[in-house]
């Protein structure tokens, strides 16, 4: 199946994940369109290669944790491109905090993760609804984390979002059934990206110990699996751990 004409959003685009994604959709054919927050030189880095891979990208800026912003940037990938395909609710925010360190964990730190990591994607998706339902249907895949699989992650409020986040992709699988298929990919440690810089070095290092593979992660593993859900016809409400084999999340 070939992504040509196909028009994909990927938030977080401005991130190591978020741009393999990007990179990936775009070199399948389709016209992708990147978000950030504030990391627009990031952004543009991405957009730019994918240009001179020859293919069709542009960003926008967005806040996901503002429900008009997130209304808004819907509206304009629709004035723009007249489509959407496919949505990659990839951006997400973490903090170190371990575990046992309960008293770190404030009701600001809790609001940002949960407002970020689990309730923008359901707007998203909410906001995406029509337009993902058109032309045949869509797929929306939800980047989440083998910490929601198990209780390991950079703190308590990240692993609950991507426990949240899981479980949304079976509800969405559901509600927005049959006409869009919601699929998730849960990586673990990846090496190098920000997110995995704020991890605890216990957790960092556990990963990399447990991994059967004997390497964690890889972003390129993660577009690929993106591929394979967008371009799947009954693939729908599944979560596929890409973490190098840690056996507390082989479920």
């Keep these: 199946m070939t992504l040509d004409g196909k028009v994909a959003l990927v938030t977080g685009g401005s991130g190591d994940i978020g741009s393999a994604i990007a990179r990936t959709l775009a070199a399948e054919g389709a016209k992708v369109v990147v978000t950030y927050v504030g990391a627009e030189e990031a952004a ?3 957009v730019q290669a994918i240009h001179d891979q020859g293919g ?3 960003h926008l800026q967005l806040d996901q944790r503002d429900p008009a912003a997130i209304e808004a940037c819907i509206k304009q990938v629709e004035a723009s ?3 959407l395909d496919i949505l990659v609710n990839n951006a997400a925010w ?3 905090i371990p575990f046992p360190e309960l008293d770190k964990l404030t009701v600001d730190v809790w609001d940002r993760v949960l407002e970020t990591n689990l309730r923008a994607p359901f707007l998203l998706a909410r906001a995406a609804a029509d337009l993902l339902k058109a032309d045949g249907g869509g797929h929306i895949v939800n980047i989440s984390s083998a910490g929601g699989i198990s209780p390991g992650s950079s703190s308590i ?4 979002s991507k426990a949240g986040l899981n479980h949304l992709t079976r509800c969405l699988a559901v509600a927005m059934a049959p006409e869009v298929a919601v699929n998730c990919v849960a990586p673990g440690l990846v090496e190098d990206t920000r997110m995995a810089k704020r991890l605890p070095d216990a957790v960092a290092a556990g990963a990399r110990r447990q991994a059967v593979l004997g390497r964690v992660g890889q972003a390129e593993d993660i577009a690929a699996q993106v591929i394979v859900f967008v371009t ?3 693939i729908t409400g599944q979560i596929m751990v890409v973490d190098g084999g840690m056996p507390g999340t082989m479920r």
Excluded: L, Q
């Design 44 to 46: 543009s880095a991405t």
């Design 56 to 58: 069709k990208a542009a």
């Design 81 to 83: 491109h007249g489509r």
């Design 94 to 96: 973490n903090i170190g």
């Design 157 to 160: 409020a990240y692993s609950s």
């Design 232 to 234: 799947a016809t009954s």
